[in-house]
């Protein structure tokens, strides 16, 4: 008898783990739902998307606001109403996981969104998944937004997302480093054994020597790193007395770097990957990064973007979702999340409900890809304009650096083209891809 | 720079994250002392430790010390909880039932901190940054707040176990509670105050973490590791555990300042083969106290 009500109290602790476990990771929207049969009688077509983000792993650091954008784009579309050309509604029914950027896990989800939701659209995050997953999704047709903005990915068919791949923007950052300092030195900081780290490092070291940027050192500075790690990357990138930096990581990690070189009083400015810098960098790195950091970005920060339409869209989303500014920690992340969903919207918003209905995430993918030649995505002054076209997914190729200022101020420079160099081409090279 | 400072350095940061791997051990020692389990919510423990000081210090705008104050209540109030709601219920019944229970509570405490926190992904403790050079080391406040919090949270465990009424108590309890019953120690307040205190000494911990690692979701990372420490070096010997500690923080730091060129990443992994290999040999870590059972 006690033994059964004992195992009835972990039964219990058990079953309120998993359920709260469940609250944070599902969101319940409406249950799956069919669309209309009868195409002639169409009210509203349910789309089936599925949400795959990092909220307790080693990348949840940036992941969280990145979720919250997404969340609060579908919440914000759903509520204002989003119609095909033919006037038809649109209603998102979508499901969140957290798979903690493991990629197996994120495989099981994948999995789970695909057979038991049937969904059209997946909205996803990291690298080493949607790489793994993106021939998946092309054999399954689902159209697949990712965070990840990697190389690899410009090619497969049915991988979108709305910015130039990591190496695109680093080689703009090369370009910005060139046009500073003739005959730069370069180390790279990043986590070996990450692929979103790894991601960009082919086409720097193809393009780099092409500008004159001799690239000194390459030291591997871990993802989940602590000061001590930090200062011993350091320390050994300094032996190599560059004048600048690339960080390749995420935020935490390259804040912790740029930290450990004010205080090794190491010289050189620290130029840092898309998703290694926002506006909390001032104050993770403190202010020892003043003036010596700079972070890529193809979008235009929130904060420096309070005149355009986008802005008012973005605001107006984070409202829906039932945010204040104070509930989100970066603003930019928050953006990278709701320009995914906004994407997803306007090539909705360029079908028509038969079309969508029959062709479901096919139909998605070549909306998107009508733009080739057409006209391209916008975004309200958020990001630049944006053309797929098939075989070659790349919407545009500038970025903006991100200085962090002497006065601790964040002030946009460029936007800066990359013209003249393939560095899609040249990370596929090197991997073979 | 030359090999000396370079040595010195990695020296004194292995020094100061062994200091903090120690006292997470802690943790994890004296859940298992008082019910001779492995407490599996503490790495979550931590991370809601390091967020309720963040909070405190972020949102509220209440000094550093007062919201380290209010972490280490927090961890003290959780401790306590999970010995009232889990080990208490289960004691008498096998470890594992404990262990399960006690991961439960690690996704329960994950959902708590995460709301709490309002799904705020990281931030900073807010340490000041100012820097001093020693000779050939580079020491910054950080390291001297981190290094200071978790060597005291040692010392004051070794002295409440050593010198104290209580810790007498608390040990008497943890050897024999049966003897401990009859010589009328109340055995399940002791077992409760043990519980409390391991959280209290994990949310320290926790916030030395913090100031080294800055506050996020993945510190629970580092609270894995430091079970990993507690095994190596058997987990009911709190000298045991320091020693765990220390020599984890500087096989990880010079592990990797020898191997990162070579097999990056492979320096800091290299605490758990060290742990595989202990326990091949010594099941019961190289200071833990071998038990003998009669079958």
């Known amino acids: 008898m006690a033994q059964a009500k004992y195992l009835g109290l972990i039964v219990a602790v058990i079953l309120v783990a998993a359920a709260a476990a469940l609250l944070l990771t599902h969101h319940p929207a409406q249950p799956a739902q069919t669309t209309t049969t009868s195409m002639q009688h169409v009210k509203t077509i349910h789309v089936p998307v599925g949400v795959l983000v990092d909220l307790s792993g080693p990348t949840s650091g940036v992941g969280r606001d990145y979720a919250k954008g997404v969340e609060a784009g579908l919440k914000y579309f759903n509520e204002k109403g989003v119609y095909t050309r033919d006037g038809v509604r649109v209603v998102f029914d979508y499901w969140v996981r957290d798979y903690a950027y493991n990629p197996t896990r994120a495989e099981t989800f994948y999995k789970e969104f695909r057979d038991k939701y049937g969904v059209w659209a997946i909205i996803g995050w990291g690298t ?68 979103y780290s790894r991601s960009p490092i082919p086409a720097i070291k193809a393009y780099a020597p092409r500008l004159g940027i001799k690239i000194v050192g390459d030291v591997h500075l871990p993802l989940r790193a602590t000061e001590a790690d930090a200062e011993k990357a350091m320390r050994e990138a300094m032996t190599k007395n560059p004048d600048y930096y690339w960080c390749g990581n995420t935020i935490r990690s390259c804040a912790l770097a740029v930290k450990a070189a004010a205080k090794l009083g190491a010289k050189g400015m620290f ?10 960098f001032p104050k993770l790195a403190g202010r020892g990064a003043y003036g010596r950091a700079a972070g ?45 969903v906004w ?12 079309t969508l209905l029959k062709g479901k995430g096919e139909a998605i993918k070549e909306a998107l890809e009508s733009s080739c030649h057409g006209k391209p995505f916008t975004f309200g002054g958020l990001a630049p304009p944006a053309r797929y076209c098939p075989g070659r997914h790349l919407p545009y190729t500038s970025v903006w650096i991100i200085l962090l200022g002497k006065d601790g101020k964040l002030h946009a420079e460029g936007p800066i083209n990359v013209t003249g160099f393939d560095c899609v081409k040249a990370t596929l090279q090197s991997s073979g891809g | 720079m030359d090999a000396l ?88 019944r096998p470890v594992v039932a404990l262990m399960a229970a006690t991961l439960g509570a690690y996704y329960v405490l994950r959902g708590v ?18 820097y001093q050079a020693v000779g050939p080391l580079r020491v910054s406040l950080s390291d001297v707040v981190a290094a200071g919090l978790s060597s005291a949270t040692i010392l004051a465990v070794i002295m409440l176990h050593r010198f104290t009424r209580l810790g007498v108590a608390m040990r008497a309890v943890s050897e024999d509670p049966f003897g401990a019953t009859a010589y009328g120690l109340p055995v399940r307040r002791l077992t409760m105050l043990s519980w409390g205190i391991a959280g209290a000494v994990s949310a320290a911990a926790a916030l030395a973490l ?21 095994l190596l070096a058997g987990l009911d010997s709190i000298a045991g555990v320091v020693v765990g500690g220390l020599a984890l923080g500087f096989i990880e730091q010079f592990g990797s300042l020898l191997l990162d060129p070579y097999m990056p990443g492979l320096g800091s992994q290299l605490a758990f083969i060290a742990m595989l290999i202990v326990l091949l040999v010594k099941p019961y870590g190289i200071f833990g106290t071998e038990r003998i059972e009669r079958v």
């Open chain 1, 271 to 280: 130029v840092i990957n898309v998703w290694g810098f926002d506006e909390r």
């Open chain 2, 210 to 230: 913090a100031v080294k690692a800055q506050v996020g979701p993945t510190l629970d990372f580092y609270a894995l590791k430091a079970l990993a420490a507690s």
């Open chain 1, 128 to 195: 080493a998944d949607t790489e793994q997953l993106a021939d998946s999704a092309a054999r399954d047709h689902i159209a697949y937004f990712s965070a990840s903005y990697s190389a690899k990915l410009v090619v497969k068919p049915y991988n979108f997302f709305p910015a130039p791949d990591y190496s695109t923007q680093a080689c703009a950052a090369m370009k910005w480093i060139a046009s500073r300092t003739r005959n730069a030195r370069l180390v790279l900081l990043y986590d070996h054994n990450v692929a």
């Open chain 1, 343 to 354: 994407l997803l919207v306007q090539a909705i918003e360029r079908l028509n409900s038969t």
């Open chain 2, 113 to 130: 901190s995460m709301v709490a926190s309002r799904g705020f992904e990281m931030g900073s403790l807010g340490i000041p940054e100012v």
């Open chain 2, 5 to 92: 400072s370079l040595a010195v350095n990695t020296g004194f940061q292995a020094l100061v994250l062994g200091m903090i791997y120690a006292a997470l051990a802690l943790g994890y020692n004296m859940v298992y002392r008082a019910s001779k389990a492995i407490n599996l919510a503490e790495p979550e423990l931590v991370v809601f430790a390091a967020y309720i000081a963040f909070i405190a210090f972020s949102w509220y705008g209440l000094p550093v010390p007062v919201s380290f104050l209010a972490s280490l209540a927090a961890g003290f109030l959780i401790g306590v909880v999970l010995e009232r709601l889990l080990a208490r219920p289960l004691r008498g």
């Open chain 1, 296 to 340: 890529v970005s193809p979008f235009r920060y929130p904060e420096m973007a309070e005149d355009t339409p986008g802005y008012k869209v973005l605001t107006a989303a984070m409202k829906a979702a039932g945010y204040t500014r104070k509930d989100i920690g970066s603003m930019l992340r928050f953006e990278q999340g709701f320009l995914n």
